[in-house]
């Protein structure tokens, strides 16, 4: 991949996952029922308790996960642990038990062990899915095997349940399989959800993986979607409607974010993952100018995240094979 194609991917990821965690944090939680009567659609930003066109915890740590790569050409589990704690901003919106481990991390608590102070098999949560991208992008010649150590590597330090890593290594891979398309091709959807169910080592996710062929071969509505999944918070009842919208909407970027937000429940986190997907394909030239405008652009806003795209982008070819 050539470097000016290769910094449009990083870019289009980074920022388009901003753009879908910043237009989903005013309806998250909320039902794509109640968003539909509130608002009809939401396709701009709308004013919440962060801010108008702040992001979430989901950007901070993608951006501290990104920074830590940058820093070491690849992943270490110590290095990101230690940028996760010294990018925390508690008013971005992390959960409890997010804040409980970020803090035990910012006192010296060992990495290794953190994953698991609080639940015994740690935390089923979306939170590794959420901030993987940057892995996904940097290890995208990598072999599976590689990339997945990657991945534990990268989320170890909050989130060891077979679940919440599954669903990272799968949002992982499929930012490396879109990354390397042509970009703005129209992907073959249905090969790529059978590739990822190929891999996928968690039986629940592999299920969730068969039900997204099903709805985008039936080319069913985000209330179907919705239905199908929850959209809670759990990484297999998120993931997958991201992976939906991703593919549903493989040809319009600024479409898919949308339908990812308006499916509800944890409506910026899907609509970040959703944006990672259609960024990796589509590259930095799809942006709605409304959106880039309007994002946040503070000391770790908008400029700062195509900065550290571009320089993860920079930082060294491909981590493989």
């Known amino acids: ?26 309806v998250e939680m909320q039902s794509c029922g109640d968003i539909r009567q ?17 992001y979430t915890d989901d950007t901070e740590m993608t951006l501290a996960l990104a920074r830590s790569l940058i820093v070491r050409g690849q992943v270490d589990a110590a290095v990101c ?3 996760y704690a010294e990018a925390f901003s508690p008013e971005r919106g992390y959960g409890r038990s997010a804040v409980k481990i970020i803090e035990a991390l910012a006192e010296g608590a060992d990495y290794r062990q953190t994953g698991t102070m609080l639940f015994s098999q740690g935390s089923f949560g979306n939170g590794a899915a959420m901030r993987i991208a940057p892995v996904g992008l940097l290890y995208r010649d990598a072999s599976e095997k590689i990339l997945r150590q990657a991945v534990f590597d990268a989320v170890c330090c909050t989130h060891v349940h077979p679940e919440a890593v599954e669903a990272a290594s799968l949002q992982a891979l499929s930012v490396a399989l879109l990354s390397k398309l042509p970009v ?18 968690f ?12 709805l985008l071969r039936t080319a069913v509505g985000g209330d179907k979607v919705a239905r199908c999944f929850g959209c809670g918070v759990r990484s297999s009842d998120s993931w997958p409607p991201a992976l939906w919208a991703a593919l549903r909407f493989a040809d319009d970027p600024e ?18 993952m959703t944006g990672a997907l259609v960024g990796a394909l589509h590259g ?31 930082s060294g070819v491909s981590v493989g094979p």
């Open 81 to 83: 642990s230690r940028h």
């Open 184 to 201: 703005g091709e129209k992907p073959d959807t249905l090969a790529i959800v059978e590739q990822l169910e190929r891999t996928c080592r």
């Open 38 to 54: 509130q608002f009809g659609q939401v396709r701009d930003f709308l004013p919440h308790d962060k801010g108008f066109g702040c």
């Open 284 to 314: 930095d030239g799809w942006f709605p100018s409304r959106w880039f405008g309007l994002l946040e652009n503070g000391p770790d806003g908008r400029d700062e995240i195509i900065s550290v795209a571009e320089d993860l982008a920079d």
């Open 255 to 272: 479409e898919a974010i949308i339908q990812a937000v308006n499916l509800g429940g944890d409506a910026d986190t899907i609509g970040a």
């Open 1 to 26: 991949m050539k470097t000016g194609e290769c910094r449009s991917r990083f870019v289009g990821c980074l920022l388009g996952s901003a753009f879908g965690d910043a237009l989903g944090a005013a």
């Open 203 to 214: 039986e629940p996710l592999v299920q969730s993986l068969r039900m997204v062929t099903e």
